[in-house]
């Protein structure tokens, strides 16, 4: 079995996987609540529930919890921990400028992806940040974008505003609302699955305006 950590600005999910990758169980905690080594391994071995692991992996995108959770491994499963970052072997060829910069989340996520969905694939993420990304069929990531989460972006207009309430994020029955609290909801839910779209449909336009532009600037198409 694999422990697997995953080190993000809002939680830490610990989870334990089978050895097809199944996840048999998980465990969060905020990831700012200032917890100790000693802290994480206790609820890991809770989690353990003195079942033994072969391996362990963390990926964090916050440095100082990286040392944390990867002693509290050490210490509740005996195992030494992978700790995912660009030099890695996910799989992946690194095609961008500073791989080194690259959120070990986004290489996870789109490693996962590469093996389980024909290529290219489109990778999204809906985190503290969202995140689309790509891999091509020769299995190089390609680079991405990255925007404010759906929670992080509602706290911004919480936080930023005078009138504008905080509000638990679910889909409103309708896109077009008629009341505050509901309209704040369908720009959070119906606005990611905008993005979704979106990025199909830019990919769409873009291969268009290539066929025109190859239609335009050939022989055939010369007068």
Same mark, same amino acid.
């Given at each position: ?104 989340? =986004? ?14 694939? =489109? ?43 905080? =509000? ?27 993005? =979704? ?27």
């Amino acid at each position: 079995m694999l422990l697997a950590i995953d080190i993000g600005n809002t939680n830490v999910v610990r989870a334990l996987l089978d050895a097809e990758d199944r996840v048999l169980e998980e465990r969060r905690a905020p990831s700012k609540d200032g917890w100790t080594a000693e802290q994480y391994a206790a609820q890991i071995r809770a989690l353990l529930c003195g079942r033994a692991v072969h391996g362990a992996a963390v990926s964090s995108v916050v440095p100082e919890l990286t040392g944390v959770l990867s002693a509290a491994a050490r210490e509740a499963a005996g195992v030494t921990a992978l700790v995912v970052n660009s030099d890695s072997p996910v799989g992946l060829t690194l095609a961008i400028e500073q791989p080194e910069t690259l959120g070990a989340d =986004i290489l996870a996520a789109d490693a996962a992806a590469a093996e389980e969905y024909p290529l290219p694939v =489109i990778v999204f993420d809906f985190g503290t940040a969202t995140t689309v990304t790509v891999v091509d069929e020769q299995r190089r990531y390609r680079g991405g974008v990255i925007l404010p989460g759906i929670k992080l972006g509602m706290q911004a207009l919480f936080t930023g505003t005078a009138q504008l309430p905080d =509000i638990r994020i679910e889909a409103p029955a309708h896109v077009i609302c008629t009341e505050t609290v509901e309209s704040l909801q369908a720009g959070a839910v119906y606005g990611a699955a905008a993005c =979704i779209l979106a990025s199909f449909l830019i990919d769409f336009w873009l291969s268009v305006v290539a066929l025109l532009v190859m239609v335009m600037v050939s022989p055939a198409g010369v007068k």
